[in-house]
Each structure stands twice: as structure tokens, then as C-alpha cells.
């Protein structure tokens, strides 16, 4: 087994597969709609996260309220200098009413058993990381929101986002300096 594995890996994914082009997403994970617009989750992926946070919420019991308020993903997936095998990041926003010290156990056990497995079609893992805490926008560059097909923040290789254009339009351009002044040519004017 261990034969075909290095095989596997030194050859044939060499040869088979398509590099991912500087500043730009992996094509295995995202997709581009053909009449323009960002970049969305491939839908199987999506399908696949879908699948786990309904099974995150019914892993404490048949009766425990959901768990799992939303969920975004982050990291180094949506960053200009990914690779084919950085992971992607689901950021779990936990429900922390009527969460016990069993019930927390449980939910971190099985977080703990289906981190680390490959979106499905690529050799990307999914972590899955639970929070109580709502999540921080300045300390990701960049933030998609899996079941709205949204991005929160925009990351900037894709084009400018949102606030950099507000920036831009409230920026007034110096005036330029004529060489001479009215003041000046209207005496040279008058003087002769």
C-alpha cells in the first residue's frame, strides 16, 4: 500500500493535475459563474459542510436545541497564496444557552472525529472550529458565508471591495496650480 501511496503522490499528481495560477482561488474548491460575479463554493463542498453541521447539531442527543448558530469560512484557502492542500476553515459560532459541561464534551468529541477529512473532489481538509465568541472581521483577510454564497469580506486579489471604493470616492483630487495667477496676467494686461 504504502508503494501505490508514493506513486500516487510523486507521480501522478504531479503530471495530473492543473497548478493553481498566482492570485487566484483553487479551481477544485471555487467556481466562477459564466455571467461574471465572485467566486462560489463548489457545490459539493457545500453540500458536504451542510452535511456535518447537521450532524454537529444532532450529536449531543435527539432533543438538545441547535447548537451551531452559523458558521463561516476562513483561513488560508481564501488567501491569494494558497496551495492544493491548505485547509479550509469553518469557523462554528456556538449557541452558548443551556450549554453544560456534558453537552460541550460531546460537541468537542465529534468536532474532534470529522476534522481533517477532504472536501470531497480535492485534497483540501476541513477543520471545524467552535466558538462562543461571534466572529472577529479584522483578523481574517478574507470571509465567505457557505450557505448565503455570500462574501463578508472580500479578499482583495479579487478585485477592490466595498470599502476601499467608498474610500476611493471620498478622496478629492488636488486642484492643479496654474504656472501664472489671474492676478498676474490681468496686470501685464493693463500695464501695456
Known amino acids: 500500500m504504502r508503494f501505490f501511496t508514493k506513486i500516487f503522490e510523486n507521480e501522478y499528481l504531479k503530471y495530473h493535475t492543473n ?3 498566482p492570485n487566484a482561488l483553487d479551481p477544485r474548491v471555487w467556481y466562477f459563474i459564466p455571467d461574471g460575479g465572485d467566486p462560489k463554493l463548489q457545490p459539493q463542498i457545500r453540500t458536504q459542510i451542510y452535511k456535518d453541521i447537521d450532524a ?16 463561516f469560512l476562513v483561513g488560508p484557502c481564501l488567501s491569494e497564496k494558497s496551495d492544493d492542500r491548505c485547509p479550509l476553515n ?5 449557541n452558548s ?3 453544560d459541561d ?3 464534551e460531546k460537541l468537542l468529541q465529534y468536532v474532534a472525529s470529522i476534522n481533517g477529512r477532504l472536501a470531497s473532489g480535492t485534497l483540501h481538509p476541513i477543520h ?3 466558538s462562543v465568541r461571534e466572529i472577529d472581521q479584522t483578523r481574517f483577510p478574507a470571509i465567505y458565508h457557505p450557505y448565503t454564497e455570500k462574501w463578508i469580506k472580500k479578499p482583495r486579489f479579487l478585485g477592490e471591495a466595498k470599502t476601499d471604493i467608498d ?3 471620498n478622496v478629492v483630487p488636488k486642484r492643479k496650480r496654474n504656472k501664472y495667477s489671474l492676478k498676474k496676467g490681468l496686470k501685464k494686461i493693463t500695464t501695456v
Not at 447539531?57 to 436545541?65: Q, R, S, V
Open 19 to 21: 497548478p493553481i495560477p
Open 56 to 71: 454537529i447539531n444532532g450529536a449531543p442527543g435527539e432533543f438538545a436545541k441547535k447548537i451551531v448558530w452559523d458558521y
Open 90 to 94: 469553518v469557523y462554528l459560532q456556538i
Open 97 to 99: 444557552a443551556n450549554l
Open 102 to 104: 456534558v453537552l460541550k
Open 128 to 130: 471545524y472550529i467552535p
Open 167 to 169: 474610500n476611493i470616492a
